[in-house]
């Protein structure tokens, strides 16, 4: 019997050819990887307007609040790092007006506690002193 065996020419055609297809598809993929960037949803809680312009708020812009005798801490959240200044100089009563404000009566809310008496995934009661 006679093996079956590819000449040279024959396998340096089928190595360009493969060559080409994965060249081909590594710029397909970076092509569309600037399109999913775009697209690319940020959830945010929060204030969604800049207290300052009323414009859209950029996620990674914004000012931390904190009562550490109440332990309350929150982020007000800007448009812009220009608006800093103006909010800094307001920080509290911005986060009071944002967070703690009921905007039916207007009234203060208090902080919640948010310990949980049940584990929310086996529904058993916490053990005192066990938290994360």
Not at 61 to 68: C, G, L, T
Not at 107 to 129: F, M, Q, W, Y
Request: proline share 5%; net charge negative.
């Amino acid at each position: 019997m006679r093996k079956a065996s590819f000449t040279l020419p024959f396998q340096l055609t089928i190595l360009a050819l493969l060559t080409c297809f994965v060249g081909y598809g590594a710029i397909a993929a970076d092509e569309n990887k600037g399109d999913k960037e775009e697209a690319q949803v940020n959830y945010l809680f929060g204030n969604l307007k800049c207290p300052v312009t009323g414009e859209r708020v950029d996620d990674e812009v914004f000012a931390e609040y904190a009562d550490k005798d109440n332990d309350v801490y929150g982020r007000v959240y800007m448009c812009c790092p220009g608006c800093e200044k103006k909010v800094e100089a307001n920080l509290e009563k911005l986060y009071h007006s944002l967070y703690r404000t009921d905007k039916k009566t207007g009234e203060e809310k208090k902080p919640l506690d948010l310990k949980n008496e049940n584990c929310p995934i086996s529904g058993k009661p916490v053990a005192e002193g066990q938290s994360i």
